[in-house]
């Protein structure tokens, strides 16, 4: 191997100027939500270790750096061999960021980082063609159809989304020139740069396979097997430790560790970091970043005396948990009859969700009661989120993450009837309620949680009226003939201009909850500006939502009209469609959404 150059360089430093290659044979970009919301919780967690409102944005030169590992590079093409995934995220951060920024100057300067143009064509400093087309997009703010293209590419889509979702909340406003200076001169890499491209996998390899660089599971492996004295336990809680992170493995990237995580956070953590300037990390914070440490460290206190107790923290324990964390896993990705209300949350986003799972479990309970209280807590975190929903309250891990661990230490080790008393009163003493559905409307913010919304409605009245149905459907984006948000009314002002002064009114009651449905991507698009009196017709043949809008609804449909009338639901067809009847079609979904969300539904796991 020739001689290997690595030195510090800003993301400034790496994207000025150059123009990097990913070889067809490397991975493909495939970072999930969770690694982006991990991204952004350190990256603006340590900004605001530094920053306050009263500082001059000079003052950002004196902030800490933060570290983000190193990147292997060859010499000759500029390819990188490791480090795509943080380059190609921290790309769509610096995206969105100049969305976001006001003065022309701040946003060139960023834009400078991310692509150049020359004689008209756009090209990318992270240079991969299949991308071009995603990433243009994101620049000019149109919608990108990611059916048919590469992983890497539906996956750069998605994770700007999300990113977008994520970092609403993060920062304030009047901080993100501060946080844009800070991540471009003081977020630091070690550049390694080998001469030839055999020598940059040579380094690859040596960097992640060698084994000295234990990763933390190890280590904690290591740790606890030591402390069992009796050979022969040793052995067989080894074995376990084995067969137990092959099939964690199994699941996903890093699915072990996370796995770890979640379960010590949620039996064991008991201070998290505030959010404030100079907050020191707490137990939640430690065991995301070197739960092996952790654990040695809080062996007393966690219950680890002797060898008995390690023996147990393996063998029965830590078992549990993970297979536990995998059935969670199994729920979160696939409907599974018991479990639906796992799956929606998981639908959402909801990352949070194995974290308050888990904390209700106690390590002796049976399968019985794990999965009563997997079922309640589930149904709970679906009614708390869907309130939130309707009051436009963000469900953000940053957002979310203090008030959800505070909930785990609540719930810990909790009977199934304990824990419906306990999440009943915080339903009890949320600011709000489902009665917001009333002002319920589509916007920028609402566009992620809405088909969700209109979706379980749908799918609720189907399933009490007898029909055949299936919500995974309704809300799978990666099948062919996805289903899209229908308005009833058409996006033609001058239709309505009787009715309305401005256009903005007429948008505003337009986007309205009552105004909403979901229909199959094809039969959406065929209806394009139809008047409403040709749409009624083609709605009869689809779901039932949709359908309840032609009078033939209501012949011959005795399972659906003994629905309607035993839960005195305001249900009518319309002739035409006018300002007071989406007002009473919003006051319709606000009925169904109270049979779905409802606080009683948790009492019925406990027979």
């Known amino acids: 191997m020739k001689k290997i150059l690595g030195a510090p360089k800003s993301i400034r430093e790496l994207f000025t100027g150059v123009k990097y290659s990913i070889h067809y044979y490397q991975r493909e970009y495939q970072w999930k939500r969770k690694q982006i919301e991990e991204l952004i919780e350190d990256l603006t967690g340590e900004f605001l270790d530094y920053y306050n409102e009263t500082h001059e944005r000079q003052e950002v030169e004196k902030y800490g750096h933060y570290f983000m590992g190193s990147v292997v590079l060859t010499e000759d093409e500029n390819a990188i061999i490791d480090g795509q995934q943080r380059l190609t995220s921290l790309s769509l951060l610096l995206l969105f960021i100049t969305k976001q920024l006001n003065d022309e100057d701040d946003k060139a300067e960023v834009l400078n980082l991310i692509y150049s143009k020359k004689y008209g064509k756009t090209t990318f400093n992270i240079n ?215 799956f929606y949350n998981a639908n959402r986003n909801f990352t949070l969700q194995s974290l308050i799972l888990l904390a209700s479990l106690e390590k002796n309970d049976t399968k019985e009661i794990i999965d009563k209280k997997l079922k309640i807590v589930s149904c709970f975190l679906d009614y708390y989120m869907s309130i939130r929903i309707f009051n436009y309250k963000t469900l953000d891990y940053s957002a979310m993450t203090y008030t959800m661990f505070m909930l785990a230490k609540k719930i810990r080790n909790k009977s199934p009837y304990e824990l419906v008393e306990i999440l009943t009163n915080e339903i009890s003493e949320m600011e709000f309620s489902l009665d917001a ?81 979901i229909l199959p991507k094809d039969i959406n698009r065929s209806l394009n500006d139809d008047v409403y009196c040709k749409k009624v017709e083609k709605y009869y043949g689809q779901n039932l939502l949709a359908a309840s809008l032609n009078d033939k609804c209501y012949r011959n449909n005795p399972n659906f009209l003994r629905f309607v009338n035993n839960n005195n639901l305001n249900f009518k067809p319309a002739i035409d469609y006018n300002k007071e009847t989406i007002k009473e079609r919003q006051g319709l979904y606000e009925q169904i959404a109270k049979l779905i969300w409802n606080v009683k539904n948790m009492e019925m796991y406990l027979n």
């Not at 009833?488 to 401005?502: A, G, L």
């Open 128 to 342: 991969v063609e299949e991308r071009n087309k995603c990433l243009e997009s994101i620049i000019d703010s149109i919608e990108f159809e990611t059916e048919g293209h590469p992983e890497s590419v539906q996956n750069i889509w998605k994770r700007y989304g999300d990113i977008s979702n994520l970092m609403i909340d993060a920062l304030p406003e009047e901080a993100l020139p501060f946080f844009k200076d800070w991540l471009i001169d003081n977020v630091q890499f070690i550049k390694i740069v080998a001469q030839t491209e055999q020598d940059a996998h040579k380094i690859f390899v040596s960097m992640n396979d060698r084994g000295l660089s234990l990763t933390a599971a190890e280590m904690l492996k290591g740790y606890l097997l030591s402390e069992i004295a009796e050979n022969d336990e040793r052995e067989k809680a080894n074995d376990f430790w084995k067969t137990t992170m092959l099939d964690l493995k199994s699941l996903g990237k890093e699915q072990e560790s996370d796995c770890i995580k979640t379960w010590l956070r949620a039996q064991y953590a008991e201070t998290i970091r505030e959010r404030k300037k100079n907050a020191l990390p707490g137990d939640f914070d430690v065991i995301g970043t070197s739960f092996h440490k952790w654990v040695r460290e809080k062996s007393s206190s966690i219950g680890l005396h002797k060898s008995k107790d390690y023996n147990d923290f393996v063998q029965k324990e830590f078992i549990l948990f993970a297979n536990t964390y995998s059935r969670i896993l199994d729920y979160s990705n696939n409907l599974r009859d018991g479990f639906e209300y796992i």
């Open 437 to 517: 559905i009333s002002d319920f409307s589509l916007n920028g913010w609402t566009k992620r949680y809405m088909l969700h919304q209109l979706a379980r409605i749908t799918h609720f009245i189907e399933v009490e009226s007898g029909r055949d149905t299936r919500f995974d459907v309704y809300v799978d984006r990666n099948i062919k003939n996805s289903y899209d948000i229908e308005h009833i009314w058409v996006d033609h002002f001058e239709r309505y201009m009787d009715d309305f002064d401005t256009e903005t009114e007429f948008d505003r009651t337009r986007n309205m909850f009552g105004d909403l449905l």
